[in-house]
């Protein structure tokens, strides 16, 4: 969810947030689209334009693929399908509506102000991104009034700058790569996700025009009722119930661009046809959603930030720690993992300049889940060489066909997650915490939440690396800058929990704890109060009474109880005090305390009670009871007295008083009212002060406590946080795991499939002859099926003719060497068999593998290749026999290979007396002549051929014969192999002429 740098203000807690391009007086925004296009892109050219009407009220920027050194003539080309006006671009021109836009081709287009521009084209000729540079210059310069089109071309180029105009609420369209001459420009676009309408060129400009045309009805009812309309909650409460994610705390600006742009994309006239659309269209959630976390990111975002961080910040941070010791970084709002590969490549390039090889740990996490599957397979187009350079590109990256992978090493040590900043557990004793443009996208209310919560997710020195526009806002007093302007801060050591709380998300939501509550009557059950109370009065008097608890609670009545007590008005309460009559509480809380306090009986005699038109003398006792199954619980007896013992208080006011007995028995009774208050407020006032003195202590020692408990519970609170954490660790790491383990599954099964496909039957099995693994092919010439695995392979019937074949595998596995025979199978089929050892990477054998080709094709063509040199060989000899001179081969060593008929008939010797003796002992030593000795040596050695060599020999059975020998060498392709070949012509008495003489 890391985003692209936008224009922002500050808010009233310092906090950025990002603000909709605003119109200026001076020039009204009108759309400007750029249209990209390259191989094959003319023809699609023609068709957008020819259904482009003379009046749009929009203005088209065409950026193509063109060599600098030939003029561009794209203006003149496609001003005859339109009637539109058609502009080569000039610096400095200024954009006006229903106008066509083509830059020259030596030079690259961007848009400022409502300017175009003209810059050189970057000497880096094989990054060069034409479509991406002026795209990128259009979504920054008018937000949601921009859009892009994608037509047909190779490569990735537009893809980035896509990406930015989706960031800035903008329309993208791409061509449908079926009707495009070249599809990989637009299926590159369409990859992403982000496109809105996927189109052939013809149907494109009406679809831009209604878009741009179609009113935005939400921002002028905001503007209208000066706040959002009630619908654009219950959107938000659609999305949560659909999604699990709340975007309530979004900011609202950020939250209504984005749904009136989808409205536009729907035609939906109001909000409440929007909300409808949403009901009836489940796709149309994903889309929204999708729309609310466009991340748009790229590789070492403001590059000036990533070289501070590198040279000032990672080699101090990474010396200090301890080289055993493992450097934990979280980068939350990850996106498609950009931030993440350039913070992993800095810290191992710094560790490589200061020859460290610490542990790498990098936890990156957004809650776009199809974001972090792009992610973790860390495979980019390849127009990130505008951000990374050569060096980077050699050093961790891999170029694949159309595009860059991360390497393996980086990519292991980055686990990427799916977590909810704001709702999940977070990382702990992290190193490096890196969130950049992630805060600008949310309320205060949530960044309040999150810079604390980061502060605790920091070890001590730990540093927060935030966006160029983001900083601590009012909890900057919880880091020290390091560079205010880059946005770089590290934790200071001290903790102010008081002032800052740390609301430590958990992940889940809990139910409210529902306590059973306590019954008034306590716990005792009320028959074994009624029989208690009852035995008690029974061994004493049975005056009206209550029974209470020690904090003064009645749990059950007995008598007549309405003279002294009462319920007071209000909500139920069966506090006695609250409940006594006028008169009797403060006598009650004394003897209450007293009693409670000695454990004894209290007895307060004369009490008078007001009650309705007159009053009661009654004598209080207060007894605590002694039983185990009703401790702590008292019981009040009011004892009424005769009221001829109070006559004199009933004498009217103002009535003469008469002196004597009567008034002094008065007067006694005042004073000892009198007396007994006195005693009261004198007992009270110790009980004040020894109430207050207990309080103090009691107070000191909860204060005590109260810090031990505070200090345990924080101790507890960490280390469930850091449960929690490691929770979400463990958490992260298996589902890093299991994409490791699907796709290890994944290659088995590639891996399978190419081995079965080439038909070759292989057999693995461990040092024990027990089989491992095998291919299809092998199955049907040894019987196996899956469940053979693990058994061994003389439990197994085959289908080969061939014995001992344990015997064979355990002599290669001793000898460490391979054996190849062929081998034939029962049913007639011929394989070549090959057994090798199983060798490991370190060089240790685990077994043997056998593999099985079938060689039937080769052993029909080798039959067919022996009859046919039979045949040719029987041809050859009828041949030579029916030639009417006498042949004879010779081989190197000067022995007879073979000879014809007419050699044996004219000489009178047979195969069995010639071939395979030596041709100089033939006829007892006839034909050893020197000088044919020298002829044919010089024909072995110099490949000289002789003619008409005339001899005469003298044969017993024959007599004398003159002949004429002619030989020449026959050459093979083994040069060992070569024959002569010596042709014998006995001449006639008519051709004699005089010979050589040579006799035998």
């Known amino acids: 969810m890391a985003k692209k740098d936008k224009e922002k203000t500050e808010d009233k807690n310092g906090q950025t947030e990002d603000q909709p391009h605003k119109e200026s007086p001076e020039r009204k925004l009108f759309p400007v689209v750029g249209i990209g296009a390259s191989a094959g892109g003319l023809e699609a050219l023609e068709q957008f334009i020819s259904g482009l009407p003379d009046k749009s009220g929009i203005a088209f920027v065409i950026v193509t693929h063109t060599h600098p050194n030939h003029p561009t003539r794209m203006p003149e080309l496609l001003r005859r399908k339109s009637g539109a006006t058609f502009v080569l671009i000039e610096d400095n021109m200024t954009v006006e509506t229903d106008t066509v836009y083509v830059p020259p081709s030596d030079q690259d287009a961007i848009i400022e102000n409502g300017v175009l521009r003209l810059q050189e084209r970057s000497s880096r000729s094989h990054v060069h991104m034409p479509i991406?540079?002026?795209?990128?210059?259009?979504?920054?310069?008018?937000?949601?009034?921009?859009?892009?089109?994608?037509?047909?071309?190779?490569?990735?180029?537009?893809?980035?700058?896509?990406?930015?105009?989706?960031?800035?609420?903008?329309?993208?369209?791409?061509?449908?790569?079926?009707?495009?001459?070249?599809?990989?420009?637009?299926?590159?676009?369409?990859?992403?996700?982000?496109?809105?309408?996927?189109?052939?060129?013809?149907?494109?400009?009406?679809?831009?025009?209604?878009?741009?045309?179609?009113p935005a009805v939400l921002k002028a009812e905001i503007q209208k009722n000066g706040k959002p309309p009630g619908q654009l909650a219950k959107i938000l409460t659609f999305l949560a119930d659909r999604t699990d994610h709340d975007f309530s705390q979004y900011k609202k600006n950020t939250v209504i661009r984005r749904i009136e742009r989808r409205m536009g994309v729907t035609h939906c006239s109001s909000i409440k046809d929007y909300l409808t659309f949403?009901?009836?269209?489940?796709?149309?959630?994903?889309?929204?959603?999708?729309?609310?976390?466009?991340?748009?990111?790229?590789?070492?975002?403001?590059?000036?930030?990533?070289?501070?961080?590198?040279?000032?910040?990672l080699q101090k941070l990474l010396s200090q720690g301890e080289s055993n010791e493992k450097f934990r970084v979280w980068v939350p709002g990850c996106s498609t993992g950009e931030e993440a590969y350039s913070v992993a490549i800095i810290i191992r390039e710094t560790m490589q300049k200061l020859d460290i090889n610490r542990s790498l740990q990098i936890f990156a996490t957004d809650i776009d889940a199809n974001a972090i599957h792009k992610a973790r397979q860390g495979v980019y187009p390849k127009n990130i060489a505008t951000d990374v350079s050569k060096t980077r590109l050699d050093s961790f990256f891999t170029e694949e066909e159309n595009h860059f992978r991360v390497n393996k090493k980086i990519r292991e040590e980055i686990v990427f997650a799916e977590q909810n900043v704001l709702r999940d557990p977070p990382?702990?004793?992290?190193?490096?915490?890196?969130?950049?443009?992630?805060?600008?996208?949310?309320?205060?209310?949530?960044?309040?939440?999150?810079?604390?919560?980061?502060?605790?997710?920091?070890?001590?020195?730990?540093?927060?690396?935030?966006?160029?526009?983001?900083?601590?806002?009012?909890?900057?007093?919880?880091?020290?800058?390091?560079?205010?302007?880059?946005?770089?801060?590290?934790?200071?050591?001290?903790?102010?929990?008081?002032?800052?709380?740390?609301?430590?998300?958990?992940?889940?939501k809990r139910a409210p704890r529902i306590t059973p509550?306590?019954?008034?009557?306590?716990?005792?059950?009320?028959?074994?109060?009624?029989?208690?109370?009852?035995?008690?009065?029974?061994?004493?008097?049975?005056?009206?009474?209550?029974?209470?608890?020690?904090?003064?609670?009645?749990?059950?009545?007995?008598?007549?109880?309405?003279?002294?007590?009462?319920?007071?008005?209000?909500?139920?309460?069966?506090?006695?005090?609250?409940?006594?009559?006028?008169?009797?509480?403060?006598?009650?809380?004394?003897?209450?305390?007293?009693?409670?306090?000695?454990?004894?009986?209290?007895?307060?005699?004369?009490?008078?009670?007001?009650?309705?038109?007159?009053?009661?003398?009654?004598?209080?006792?207060?007894?605590?009871?002694?039983?185990?199954?009703?401790?702590?619980?008292?019981?009040?007896?009011?004892?009424?007295?005769?009221?001829?013992?109070?006559?004199?208080e009933r004498k009217e006011e103002g009535a003469k008083e008469v002196p004597g007995k009567e008034a002094a028995r008065r007067i006694a009774a005042l004073e000892q009212e009198l007396s007994d208050l006195k005693a009261d407020q004198r007992t009270t006032q110790e009980?004040?002060?020894?109430?207050?003195?207990?309080?103090?202590?009691?107070?000191?020692?909860?204060?005590?406590?109260?810090?031990?408990?505070?200090?345990?519970?924080?101790?507890?609170?960490?280390?469930?946080?850091?449960?929690?954490?490691?929770?979400?660790?463990?958490?992260t790491v298996n589902n890093e795991l299991h994409e490791k383990i699907i796709e290890v599954q994944e290659a088995y099964g590639r891996i399978t499939d190419v081995l079965n496909s080439t038909g070759v039957a292989i057999l693995f099995l461990d040092n024990d002859f027990q089989v491992r693994r095998f291919t299809e092919e092998a199955s049907r010439l040894i019987n196996l099926i899956d469940k053979d695995i693990g058994r061994p392979l003389d439990h197994i019937s085959h289908n080969l003719d061939i014995g001992n074949l344990t015997d064979k595998i355990r002599s290669v596995l001793k000898q460490m060497s391979h054996s190849e025979e062929e081998v034939q199978t029962i049913d007639g089929h011929w394989y070549r068999m090959r057994i090798m050892p199983n060798?490991?990477?370190?060089?240790?054998?685990?077994?043997?593998?056998?593999?099985?080709?079938?060689?039937?094709?080769?052993?029909?063509?080798?039959?067919?290749?022996?009859?046919?040199?039979?045949?040719?060989?029987?041809?050859?000899?009828?041949?030579?026999?029916?030639?009417?001179?006498s042949l004879v081969?010779?081989?190197?060593?000067?022995?007879?290979?073979?000879?014809?008929?007419?050699?044996?008939?004219?000489?009178?010797?047979?195969?069995?007396?010639?071939?395979?003796?030596?041709?100089?002992?033939?006829?007892?030593?006839?034909?050893?002549?020197?000088?044919?000795?020298?002829?044919?040596?010089?024909?072995?050695e110099h490949d000289r051929a002789f003619q008409d060599y005339e001899i005469t020999l003298h044969f017993e059975t024959m007599g004398e014969k003159l002949m004429r020998l002619n030989a020449r060498r026959l050459r093979d392709k083994d040069p060992d192999q070569d024959r002569i070949l010596l042709a014998i012509e006995t001449i006639t008495q008519s051709e004699e002429r005089p010979p050589t003489d040579h006799k035998g």
């Open 278 to 313: 949403l009901h009836d269209n489940p796709d149309e959630t994903h889309l929204l959603f999708q729309d609310l976390l466009i991340g748009v990111t790229n590789f070492f975002r403001n590059p000036e930030v990533f070289t501070f961080v590198e040279e000032e910040v």
């Open 839 to 885: 060798r490991t990477d370190n060089n240790r054998i685990e077994g043997a593998i056998l593999t099985f080709i079938n060689i039937d094709s080769q052993k029909a063509a080798q039959e067919k290749l022996d009859n046919s040199f039979h045949s040719y060989k029987r041809f050859t000899e009828a041949i030579v026999d029916t030639v009417r001179e």
């Open 889 to 940: 081969v010779l081989d190197a060593d000067k022995q007879v290979v073979m000879a014809n008929r007419q050699f044996y008939e004219t000489f009178q010797t047979s195969p069995k007396k010639t071939e395979k003796r030596a041709f100089f002992d033939l006829e007892n030593s006839q034909w050893d002549i020197p000088e044919l000795r020298q002829l044919l040596k010089e024909i072995t």
């Open 132 to 214: 991406d540079i002026f795209l990128r210059s259009l979504a920054e310069e008018r937000g949601d009034k921009a859009g892009c089109v994608i037509l047909s071309g190779t490569g990735t180029d537009g893809t980035g700058g896509l990406r930015l105009i989706k960031e800035n609420a903008g329309v993208a369209v791409a061509q449908v790569p079926k009707s495009a001459r070249h599809g990989g420009m637009p299926a590159s676009a369409i990859e992403t996700g982000l496109v809105d309408y996927i189109l052939t060129p013809q149907e494109m400009a009406d679809q831009l025009i209604a878009y741009f045309q179609h």
């Open 687 to 731: 009980e004040l002060e020894t109430s207050n003195e207990e309080l103090k202590s009691a107070n000191e020692e909860m204060y005590s406590s109260n810090e031990e408990i505070q200090s345990t519970n924080e101790e507890l609170e960490s280390s469930r946080e850091e449960l929690e954490s490691l929770n979400e660790e463990l958490s």
């Open 517 to 648: 509550q306590k019954s008034r009557s306590g716990d005792a059950d009320d028959g074994d109060i009624a029989r208690t109370v009852k035995k008690k009065l029974l061994q004493n008097h049975t005056p009206a009474c209550v029974i209470v608890t020690a904090y003064g609670d009645i749990i059950y009545f007995h008598g007549k109880t309405g003279k002294y007590l009462e319920h007071a008005q209000g909500k139920s309460n069966l506090r006695i005090t609250e409940m006594a009559r006028e008169g009797l509480r403060h006598a009650l809380a004394a003897s209450l305390r007293k009693a409670a306090k000695n454990n004894e009986k209290a007895v307060k005699s004369g009490v008078r009670i007001k009650t309705n038109g007159g009053r009661v003398h009654i004598d209080l006792t207060v007894q605590p009871f002694m039983e185990p199954s009703m401790k702590d619980h008292f019981m009040v007896i009011f004892t009424e007295l005769p009221e001829s013992l109070f006559d004199f």
């Open 427 to 508: 990382f702990m004793h992290l190193d490096m915490l890196v969130c950049r443009n992630l805060l600008i996208y949310l309320e205060s209310a949530a960044q309040n939440k999150l810079i604390p919560l980061f502060h605790y997710n920091l070890k001590a020195g730990g540093i927060l690396f935030l966006g160029t526009s983001e900083h601590p806002g009012r909890f900057e007093d919880l880091f020290t800058p390091i560079h205010k302007r880059f946005s770089i801060y590290k934790k200071r050591d001290q903790r102010s929990p008081l002032s800052h709380p740390t609301p430590f998300p958990t992940g889940t």
